[in-house]
């Protein structure tokens, strides 16, 4: 008889290993349960492996590579600009094997056994843990289910070496002279942004009325002048078809204005959504609630219809961040150790990382008008803040929403450098009640870009100073 055979006891049990699951196992170790994390694939998730992470530091090294290209406004002349794109990637897989490594660590140093394999729920209390080699049975009191999401494969869209999802597109061994991306989300944009500024030839298409609708088209349009800029060909209401691959590319076959065409590429990425990882567990034997999508319903505590058993991050609904994830994990182990914490969205950002980087928080000025509130609109440009200028960076804007009876700050939204840095004050301010004079009254260091948001909170009130009212 093997050690298979006989169950392992733990308090709670920790399904998937990502920005949601091993913080919400740190978070139960803490208080006090015995703990242990199942991962089938690795450490980190897809956040800090293939996503996230990655995809930040290859938007870096677009960033500095196309910055050595055209710094003449600045008087820098760079000649025989080169890219080693091997070592770009090196550096990328770097940054990841840190971070994985550091996760695992914090796991280790909080007590949390780590068991590799694939988890399949057998009843409410047992789930077997599955590898190539072996099984083993968990007997756990609580479970928390963050098994995260995975691209969208378009049936005329299969993936292969040639057609690629972010997955790909953050290992390929060249930079594309040539990429047609299919949807404009933050996912197609970010990464299109990224490719173009490392030389490639990039084509979006969209197949909505505009690309990345979960933002303002007040903002939106600053990405697109950026990404004109770079000769990136965004073409939207655009239905992708099919492609034709061969040996060294593909061909991509669309339908836009009434109109069917093609565009001939290197590599085709399908960013068109991720579905939740919530198939082939057993979830099926447990008779849980599941709603549209195949994603699990929960209450405000993350705990499904089966008491002991919480749910967190892209398994559920709402939008899929990490950083929504990681939240959600807190909740549910606190939740699990009887404490009354519950989840809270009024401040969760939302950031996009293009080029300029747009952020927001809380109510857009539409949302808080069909909510019923009277609100003021406050903008404040880039292009009047010394330190933007100082940095070239002067397209964008901070607008801040506000109840115009007590000026209580409802939303923010910012496009332009350092969006996704500075979105984190407005954040706060929301989280604590906070008025638009109390961001005017904060004094806030010169030269610097936060200096916008307190500039935008002086147009709310009526009295700005660097812009004529």
């Keep these: 008889m093997v050690v298979g055979d006989f169950p392992i006891e733990t308090d709670t049990l920790v399904i998937g290993s990502g920005p949601g699951g091993y913080v919400a196992a740190i978070r139960a170790a803490q208080t006090g349960q015995k703990v242990t994390i199942v991962e089938k694939e690795y450490i980190g998730g897809v956040c800090l492996n293939v996503g996230c992470i990655p995809s930040k530091a290859m938007i870096s090294v677009g960033h500095r590579f196309s910055e050595a290209q055209n710094a003449e406004d600045m008087g820098i002349v760079a000649k025989e600009v080169s890219l080693n794109f091997e070592k770009a990637q090196a550096f990328k897989d770097g940054v990841v094997k840190k971070l994985t490594g550091g996760v695992e660590s914090l796991l280790k140093g909080n007590k949390v056994e780590i068991v590799r394999g694939e988890a399949y729920f057998v009843d409410e209390n047992t789930v077997r843990v599955m590898d190539e080699n072996s099984a083993q049975t968990y007997k756990f009191k609580n479970a928390i289910i963050a098994t995260g999401s995975r691209p969208v494969e378009i049936p005329t869209f299969k993936f292969t070496e040639r057609v690629i999802n972010s997955t790909g597109a953050l290992a390929l061994k060249e930079v594309p002279g040539k990429l047609v991306v299919i949807g404009g989300g933050y996912i197609g944009t970010e990464l299109g942004t990224a490719y173009a500024n490392l030389g490639s030839d990039v084509t979006i298409l969209e197949g909505g009325a505009d690309i990345l609708a979960g933002f303002e088209k007040q903002m939106t349009a600053i990405v697109k002048k950026g990404l004109k800029k770079k000769g990136v060909d965004v073409i939207v209401k655009a239905s992708a078809k099919g492609v034709k691959e061969t040996d060294s590319g593909v061909t991509v076959t669309y339908e836009a204005g009434g109109e069917e065409k093609t565009v001939d590429a290197d590599y085709v990425l399908v960013t068109v959504g991720r579905r939740p990882n919530t198939d082939e567990m057993g979830l099926e034997e447990l008779n849980m609630k599941m709603g549209e999508r195949g994603l699990i319903e ?172």
Excluded: W
């Excluded at 961040?321 to 809270?344: M, N, P, T």
């Design 298 to 469: 929960v209450d405000k505590q993350c705990r499904t219809n089966i008491p002991n058993i919480y749910a967190i991050g892209d398994v559920v609904p709402g939008l899929q961040l990490a950083h929504k994830a990681s939240y959600e994990g807190k909740i549910a182990a606190e939740a699990i150790a009887g404490e009354k914490s519950e989840v809270d969205y009024l401040a969760i950002p939302a950031v996009c990382f293009t080029d300029p980087e747009l952020a927001s928080v809380g109510l857009t000025e539409a949302a808080a008008k069909e909510e019923g509130f009277e609100v003021t609109a406050a903008k404040f440009p880039f292009g009047a803040n010394g330190r933007a200028l100082a940095l070239n960076a002067a397209d964008g804007f901070v607008k801040l929403v506000s109840r115009k009876s007590d000026g209580l700050l409802l939303g923010a939204q910012i496009v332009g450098a350092g969006a996704s840095d500075m979105i984190a004050e407005l954040g706060l301010a929301i989280e604590a009640g906070m008025t638009v004079e109390d961001i005017a009254m904060t004094i806030h260091a010169h030269p610097t870009l936060a200096e916008i948001t307190m500039e935008a909170a002086e147009v709310a009130l009526g009295t700005p100073i660097h812009i004529i009212k």
